[in-house]
């Protein structure tokens, strides 16, 4: 783990990340690479890995690397758009995120991050996302 993951990895104490045991492995500009292991908790009702345990971990890894490189100046972001297509799922085992920046404006980032099975490395989602830069308000 690098130093800026193990500082995300302290920060989500406490907070949905924390809650699913999402493990941050590597986050430097433009990519950030996570995971989880697969618990009764990621699980839906029909016995495959829940959509909404897929897209904690694609949009978490995705947050985290915006948040981490803001351009100067900005004070946070906020997601405005995101979509994931699945493909396949896991129900045992680890699942991984590899995350990208596409684009990195003054205002507006765009990623795309694809999980995977770490058990047979086949794809289990593509996602994508598009934040906003947030700056703090003018002083009047």
């Known amino acids: 783990m690098d130093d800026v993951a193990s500082l995300f990895q302290t920060r989500q104490r406490g907070t949905l990340p924390d809650l699913l045991g999402l493990e941050w492995i590597e986050i430097r500009p433009g990519f950030v690479e996570g995971r989880f292991e697969v618990r009764e908790h990621h699980v839906a009702p029909n016995g495959f890995l829940h959509a909404a345990s897929v897209v904690a971990l694609a949009d978490t890894a995705c947050g985290y690397g915006c948040f981490a490189f803001l351009p100067e100046g900005a004070s946070g972001f906020t997601t ?3 979509k994931a297509n ?7 085992g680890g699942v991984r995120c590899e995350a990208q920046m596409l684009h990195g404006g003054r205002t507006t980032q765009l990623w795309d991050a694809l999980v995977k099975s770490e058990i047979t490395g086949k794809t289990i989602a593509a996602f994508r996302c ?7 308000e003018p002083k009047r």
């Open 80 to 82: 405005i758009e995101l």
């Open 130 to 136: 598009t934040q906003i830069i947030l700056y703090p």
């Open 86 to 92: 699945f493909v396949g799922t896991a129900r045992e």
